[in-house]
């Protein structure tokens, strides 16, 4: 147990125990003199023996196994950040990460709409586009005109030809988000989501299936881009990416333009037609 004889699990266990409504187990019509649910009422929606669970609290139970502590995590209905903490007091690292493919929040969205000339997006582990802003849209994509498997960025670096044209350096392009999405894919434990899309693409196109069997790995970080645009021409930006706090799996991209001109480049896309 981490820090000593401190009991850190222990107390935690017992802190998020009585932090829960029994109505919401199906518990009613019981008098209790404490609140949240009994020991052995979480032992039983965790599926272990009541007795450990009980030496688990009480610092005697020895150090749990991660299985355990994850039908833990569920039994107590913790947040991914909670459960996160719950492994770190039990195990003193991690859980490994769960690939959770959805959608972001309105208060996330509300962000990327706020930076009116960067265009911005959110997307998965194996490079989803799930959420995007006015400016991504009409300088990068306009993701809303495709389906959702439409608005993956490896299909349509290396199957749309619109995205390709757009492309300054589209080899370098292309390689860097094979050898990103690779890390990305791995890190977030999505590996039979990448091991589809890389069949697929490796069967639709040579020069992904060349590049994917180079191994490289890259991270996302920060860098220099340029766009062809046809009507606005071309446009530099640079670009920042940034994790998703409590969701490892996605992440979010943000082009800021290069120079004043590029701004106003940028600017009269926007402007109604």
Not at 177 to 196: E, I, K, L, N, S
Not at 214 to 243: D, M, N, W
């Amino acid at each position: 147990m981490p820090d000593g004889n401190e009991n850190h699990l222990g107390r935690y266990l017992r802190d998020r125990r009585t932090r829960l409504d029994p109505a919401a187990f199906g518990i009613t019509g019981t008098r209790r003199r404490t609140a949240g649910l009994r020991r052995e009422e979480v032992a039983q929606q965790a599926n272990v023996s009541a007795t450990w669970y009980t030496w688990l609290e009480q610092g005697r139970g020895g150090a749990p196994s991660a299985e355990v502590l994850d039908r833990l995590a569920r039994a107590l209905m913790l947040t991914e950040v909670e459960r996160e903490h719950l492994f770190l007091v039990g195990l003193g690292r991690p859980p490994a990460v769960r690939y959770q493919p959805g959608s972001v929040t309105p208060r996330l969205q509300r962000v990327l709409d706020a930076l009116e000339l960067s265009p911005a997006l959110v997307r998965t582990a194996t490079w989803d586009v799930i959420a995007w802003n006015r400016a991504a849209a009409v300088l990068l994509t306009d993701y809303a005109a495709l389906p959702p498997e439409g608005r993956n960025v490896l299909r349509l670096v290396f199957l749309d030809p619109r995205v390709r044209a757009a492309q300054l350096d589209w080899e370098g392009v292309a390689r860097f988000v094979v050898a990103a999405f690779r890390a990305d894919a791995a890190r977030a434990g999505a590996t039979a989501q990448r091991d589809a899309l890389v069949a697929e693409l490796s069967q639709r196109s040579p020069e992904f299936a060349a590049m994917w069997r180079s191994q490289e790995v890259r991270g996302h970080g920060e860098g220099a881009k340029g766009i062809r645009h046809p009507v606005a021409g071309t446009v530099a930006l640079e670009y920042s990416s940034f994790v998703v706090e409590g969701r490892p799996d996605l992440g979010m991209v943000v082009y800021n333009p290069s120079t004043p001109e590029d701004a106003a480049r940028i600017r009269s896309l926007l402007r109604p037609r």
